[in-house]
């Protein structure tokens, strides 16, 4: 089965830029996962999807951040205006809903860099 | 509150000996523990997962074990080979949904 797909691999803008991150997840995954992962740290959950639907939040900086999973399915992350301190990957992962497993699927990620 | 760290930052080994790492969890509500992979410029990849009502589980050179009596986590790799360099990050599953990641242990094989 194809993985996780995202794109672009990497993108390096200017503070103040504006930038989108793609995902596909798997098919047939119902959760959506995008993570931040500063280099060095454990990645961190920015928003979570079940189908189109959000589930968490509660750590995506809204007032910069916006994120949309249009007919559950792909799933873009936006970053406007972007500031030095979101340079990090950015992962995305999914995950079926079926019962008795906990594993998520990770992409292999965008490298962003702010300068 | 929900936070999962581990003990130490980084690890060396000598290849074919034993690894092993640790993880400490705070959050009650956590119904999985699972044990990541990642490889330089990777995503991470999935070990092993563990269910909140076990206390030990093996997979293929690997075991981790939860003692849930001081909420700590490990993840045993027998056979240390060099393959196994990578960075390895525990995850608790909290309520059945949300992935919440420590912030790795750095595991490095000598020969």
């Known amino acids: 089965e194809a993985g996780v797909a995202q794109s672009p691999r990497y993108k390096i803008i200017e503070k103040r830029q504006s930038v989108a991150f793609w995902c596909n997840p798997i098919s047939g995954h119902a959760t959506l996962y995008w993570y931040q992962q500063i280099l060095g740290q454990g990645p961190k959950l920015l928003i979570q999807f079940q189908n189109n639907g959000v589930v968490d939040d509660s750590q995506l900086p809204k007032d910069r951040f916006s994120a949309e999973r249009l007919k559950g399915v792909d799933s873009t992350l936006k970053i406007q205006p972007a500031k030095l301190e979101d340079s990090a990957v950015y992962l995305c992962a999914s995950r079926p809903l079926r019962q008795g497993r906990a594993e998520a699927f990770f992409g292999q990620g965008t490298r962003l860099t702010v300068v | 509150g929900e936070s999962v760290g581990l003990h130490l930052p980084t690890l060396s080994v000598q290849e074919g000996d034993n690894s092993i790492i640790n993880c400490a969890y705070s959050?009650?509500?956590?119904?999985?523990f699972i044990w990541y992979k990642q490889e330089s410029g990777k995503g991470p990849q999935f070990i092993i997962d563990i269910r909140s009502n076990m206390d030990k589980r093996q997979g293929q050179r690997v075991t981790v074990l939860l003692n849930k009596t001081v909420k700590h986590l490990s993840l045993q790799i027998a056979a240390t080979q060099p393959g196994d360099s990578a960075v390895y990050f525990c995850a608790e599953r909290v309520r059945a949904q949300k992935l919440v990641f420590g912030q790795g242990t750095r595991l490095t094989i000598n020969p």
């Open positions: 959050n009650s509500a956590s119904d999985y």
